[in-house]
């Protein structure tokens, strides 16, 4: 095989994983990565139609992104209490399998005793923030989950890092999470989450709230 069949190769196979995404941001990119190296492909093998249309996807990919970047999401979380138990136990009930491949541990007993909110980005419902309050400025985080189509760290950011005050006006100074699910510890870091120094409590996760 030569380089270009390697670029061919690589092009198609991309573009294939990207169809597989549930994440509408995740396939774009992917697409684009793969899109972009059949088109290069097409060009040095001399196959004009693979790469006009390759280009094009390409053109069109990055058009969506930038398009996606500029849209400003209005997000929100309203309490279980304002929810009802009724329209919460559903949408639990509708991602369960996917809740539990990232919250193992957590049970659905835990989320109604804790502190639990239903997230909103432009008033869909999108996930399950919940806390528990475990000492003098500190909370556990018993959940932070987002359904798989808006798992684009902006609520992250928007719940962590621009509107912080949520803990601050609550006297929670330090956020803390355990998991040992290597994806939500990523996402958790890149979160401002730091490992716990204590060697015993290796998954712990501990943000401090300025």
Not at 77 to 92: H, V
Request: aromatic content about 18%; hydrophobic content about 45%; some cysteine.
């Amino acid at each position: 095989m030569n380089f270009i069949e390697f670029i061919g190769y690589l092009g198609s196979i991309l573009v294939a994983i990207s169809l597989s995404m549930k994440s509408v941001l995740k396939l774009r990119w992917i697409n684009l990565a793969g899109s972009t190296f059949f088109s290069i492909y097409g060009y040095f093998i001399g196959a004009m139609p693979i790469f006009i249309v390759n280009a094009y996807i390409s053109v069109t990919n990055i058009w969506y992104l930038l398009d996606y970047s500029r849209i400003q999401a209005c997000f929100k979380l309203d309490s279980l209490e304002n929810i009802g138990g009724t329209y919460f136990k559903k949408f639990y009930d509708f991602y369960e399998d996917d809740i539990r491949a990232y919250f193992p541990c957590v049970t659905y007993e835990e989320l109604l005793a804790a502190e639990t909110s239903i997230l909103f980005r432009n008033m869909i419902p999108v996930g399950i923030f919940s806390i528990n309050l475990i000492g003098e400025g500190r909370a556990r985080i018993v959940m932070d989950y987002v359904v798989p189509e808006f798992r684009d760290f902006k609520f992250g950011a928007y719940l962590y890092q621009k509107k912080s005050y949520l803990f601050r006006d609550r006297q929670i100074t330090q956020l803390e999470a355990e998991t040992e699910i290597s994806a939500h510890r990523n996402y958790l870091l890149k979160q401002g989450f730091v490992a716990s120094e204590n060697s015993e409590t290796a998954n712990l996760l501990i943000r401090k709230i300025s």
